[in-house]
């Protein structure tokens, strides 16, 4: 990403804006872990999309007139030798500026004067705030901090929500998205295969994790872009498992769902694949079912197409499989085995916060995700893929990780990498 990218997405939504209003957005604050503990720092992806500055205690503001003119401005952390020694050197004004394209750069310090004076001035009617919450029991983060103070302080300023502009824009991505959404998919696709070929009976899921560690952790000090889903076995039915303790046994099935980020943007890819390198007949039967599904899918995938048919036909298709082979005895009791959605969008979140369109575009990325859990048969996986819409059609993004029986097989025998 650049600083044209950042500061179109800013244009973006300056155009969706009411005249004579204020937009306030904010990068976060640091979680306390434990003690003097911290938990690892994230910048909120909203500020991240408009500004590019990846740092805490970050703080922004544009003001938009009535005659559609706006003027913006950053506030930084000051310099600080000491602070500084302990957690790395902050971003200075002229940095912040080449990287945002925001011309006027100031400090925290004055944040709070500046928006008490546009607030009083007279001149704004509205005030956009990131207003979002999962859960009503999330914590505040520091919008919702602000509006509560807005609505003691400043009553007459009409809330508006900035999250629903962002949010809207973020669902088609950009040229320079996709380019980095490519490289961030080679790079997911080294971790899976490293973990392919040193695959065998009696190693622990901690193992396999850090292989896919290791292998992405060549291409930069990013990391994985989400917690990584590693298991084996029965573990393979808990969908969010983090434990990583569980060790696969000959003739167990491997799960992954992980992803590595490139310059901010995330894949999302699941492969499952026998521990000991071949398919059980079971583990055959099943696997077909899902990557006929999949490839089912990425055949009809196209502009105009319901984004809820997505989940619907994955479903659809894959329980008419189930049934033709006699392993489900009605396609409306599906469920059985295929427990989550088939779709999400990915991007700078690995479940974007996108506005979930009715119909599919050009340039949308989501997940076709196909998950089989039996649990009589004792197998569970899930084979998840990046497809990204294009005008007439649709692209696998994540086609380079080994999805057929017989890459997998293939791959696994390559055996370059053991404990």
């Keep these: 990403m650049n600083q044209e990218f950042y500061a179109g997405n800013r244009q973006k939504v300056y155009t969706q804006m009411k005249p004579n209003s204020l937009l306030v957005l904010f990068s976060g604050i640091e979680v306390r872990k434990t003690n003097d503990e911290f938990y690892p720092f994230y910048t909120n992806r909203n500020f991240l999309y408009m500004t590019g500055l990846d740092q805490k205690e970050t703080a922004f503001i544009a003001q938009k007139d009535s005659e559609g003119a706006v003027s913006e401005k950053a506030y930084i952390l000051p310099p600080d030798m000491l602070a500084e020694r302990w957690n790395g050197e902050r971003i200075n004004p002229q940095q912040a500026a080449d990287i945002s394209g925001i011309g006027n750069v100031g400090f925290v310090s004055g944040f709070e004067a500046e928006l008490h004076r546009l607030a009083v001035s007279g001149n704004y009617q509205h005030l956009y ?12 983060e520091p919008a919702h901090l602000l509006l509560k103070r807005v609505q003691r302080d400043y009553p007459y300023l009409i809330i508006e929500n900035a999250n629903t502009l962002i949010r809207r824009q973020r669902t088609i991505k950009q040229p320079c ?33 850090a292989l896919f560690d290791c292998a992405i952790g060549q291409y930069g000090p990013q990391g994985p872009g989400f917690p990584s889903i590693i298991s084996a076995g029965k573990n393979n039915f808990c969908i969010h498992y983090y434990a990583y303790k569980g060790q696969a046994l000959d003739g167990d099935m491997v799960l992954n769902d992980v992803g590595a980020w490139y310059d901010y943007m995330i894949t999302d890819v699941s492969r499952g694949w026998p521990c000991n390198g071949k398919f059980s007949d079971c583990q055959r039967q099943l696997y077909e079912m899902a990557l006929e599904t999949s490839n089912h899918m990425f055949s009809i995938i196209k502009p105009g197409m319901k984004m809820a ?21 009605d396609v409306k009791n599906i469920g059985r085995y295929m427990w989550h959605g088939g779709a999400h969008h990915v991007g700078f979140d690995v479940h974007d916060a996108i506005e979930t369109p009715e119909v599919i575009a050009p340039n949308m990325v989501f997940c076709v995700d196909i998950g089989i859990y039996h649990e009589e048969f004792g197998i569970g996986f899930r084979l998840e893929d990046n497809c990204l819409v294009t005008q007439t059609g649709c692209e696998n993004l994540s086609a380079c990780t080994p999805r057929t029986i017989e890459d997998i097989e293939d791959t696994m025998r390559q055996n370059f990498v053991a404990f």
């Design 129 to 140: 705030l990131d207003l979002f919450r999962v859960s009503p029991t999330d914590r505040d």
């Design 177 to 209: 998205e996709l380019a980095a959404m490519r490289k961030a998919e080679e790079i997911t696709c080294a971790g899976i295969t490293a973990m392919m070929k040193a695959s065998k009976p009696g190693m622990y899921e901690y193992q396999y994790k």
């Design 309 to 329: 048919d997505v989940d619907g036909e994955s479903h659809r298709y894959c329980a008419q499989l189930m049934k033709d082979a006699g392993l489900l005895d």
